[in-house]
């Protein structure tokens, strides 16, 4: 398991009460001290901060446009890409049974550790402490955001856009994986048998991958 001062180092921040940053990692198959109580708590430090920062960010913004970009950013989707960013997956402490084999830990396990991460940097060291770390790992995506632009993730418009024409779901594949354990690179392609479409996408994770691709076929397809 990877050690918890390595990923205080990557998130900037060293914790007071080493046990809260534990409990983050421990999923409630492994114990009954697991994260719920701490994920709650992230979640809703982790949507002030997003409103904040969108508020300050977009003066001339109404509510829904602000509404749906911090939506896109606090999905399960976004947290659970955070998550392999982070490399948060080797450190969650999990029971027998829980880790899909083959597949990894599942995306909510994921989201919800992020979320309980940020809710124990909240309690051992206030708002401004998670405040700042949140925003340090948000940066990118804030950065990024389009207000104009499409808040769902390109997989989601990709199924959306295949039910709405009654097509079966898309394929997603692994096609090769390189470079060493802890810095790997995915390469997925995306199948829609139906419209003869196929696509592939990299990223540092099989969900980055799957996103690219899917954002290819999308473009293939003129949506």
Do not use: W
């Amino acid at each position: 398991m990877d050690r918890p001062s390595d990923l205080e180092a990557r998130i900037g921040y060293r914790f007071r009460i080493g046990a809260l940053l534990q409990q983050a990692l421990t999923h409630r198959s492994y114990s009954s001290t697991h994260n719920e109580r701490l994920e709650f708590l992230g979640d809703s430090v982790l949507g002030c901060i997003m409103a904040e920062a969108l508020y300050a960010r977009f003066p001339g913004l109404t509510e829904g446009p602000l509404t749906r970009m911090r939506a896109a950013l606090v999905c399960e989707q976004a947290l659970s890409e955070t998550a392999h960013v982070l490399e948060i997956g080797s450190s969650i402490r999990l029971g027998e049974g829980e880790r899909m084999h083959g597949a990894g830990i599942h995306v909510s396990i994921l989201a919800d550790a992020v979320e309980a991460l940020f809710g124990a940097v909240f309690v051992d060291g206030g708002y401004e402490a998670a405040r700042s770390v949140v925003l340090a790992i948000y940066e990118e995506r804030l950065a990024s955001i389009d207000p104009q632009g499409p808040q769902k993730d390109p997989k989601t418009r990709l199924q959306e856009y295949l039910q709405a024409q009654r097509k079966a779901r898309p394929e997603y594949r692994v096609v090769r994986v390189s470079g060493e354990a802890h810095r790997q690179t995915f390469e997925v392609e995306c199948v829609v048998a139906e419209l003869g479409a196929r696509t592939t996408g990299e990223g540092t994770s099989r969900q980055r991958a799957e996103q690219e691709a899917a954002a290819a076929l999308l473009e293939r397809i003129g949506q």
